[in-house]
């Protein structure tokens, strides 16, 4: 059964009666996996919810004045969540280190470019060499994470798989036109899956014969 951060827990833990009104939650280890309560509290700054099992940051792109999420030991494993975090502006610190995500090579110089407004990642202050290093990253993931905003979640799950995050040599136009054809294959039926199929067998026999080249 999924475990739900509730109103009454909020509401207790912050001592104000109204969830409007909260500006503070910590709530640390109590094995939370829905958070859908933060749709109701607009004006949180600051939320402690570290030791949970919360695996996406879906619902934190509700609480637009938030300045410092701690996330420490989660179930984040995907680090393209963080695109529900970029309109986020009072967000300076963030602590994801202990999920899956952060594992991810180059984990932080992709989340410092991706939210260039960080003062503090994972208890580190962001160094001037870092954001550096984040800006020459080939990638244009803030462009990418804005894309995937508009999907349905199952098609950014597809495209994930396309995505790679080491890929230096990644081409991101080529990436976001895969992207736009995932998004749309599922409003097709047999007879336009089909077609497109045909059209992509006849670009690739075209490819093949010019060397790779149109």
Known sequence: ???ELTAELVLARSKIDN???VKKVNVWGNDIEDVRILRQ??????LSLSVNKINSLREFSNCPKLQELYLRKNN???LSEIRYLVDLPDLKI??????PCSDTPNY???VIKA???LSKLDNEPVTPEEREAASKLNVDFSSFISEQKILPKENVEKYQKVYEYGR????FKNENIICAIVSLLKELDDNGLEFVKEEVEKKLSMMRIGGGKE
């Open 1 to 3: 059964m999924v475990k």
């Open 168 to 171: 230096a040599e990644s081409n």
């Open 19 to 21: 969830l409007s009104m």
């Open 41 to 46: 509290m607009s004006n949180v700054e600051i």
């Open 94 to 99: 963030l602590w994801l280190y202990d999920n």
């Open 108 to 110: 932080r110089h992709y």
């Open 115 to 117: 939210l260039p407004g």
């Open 76 to 78: 984040i494993a995907d």
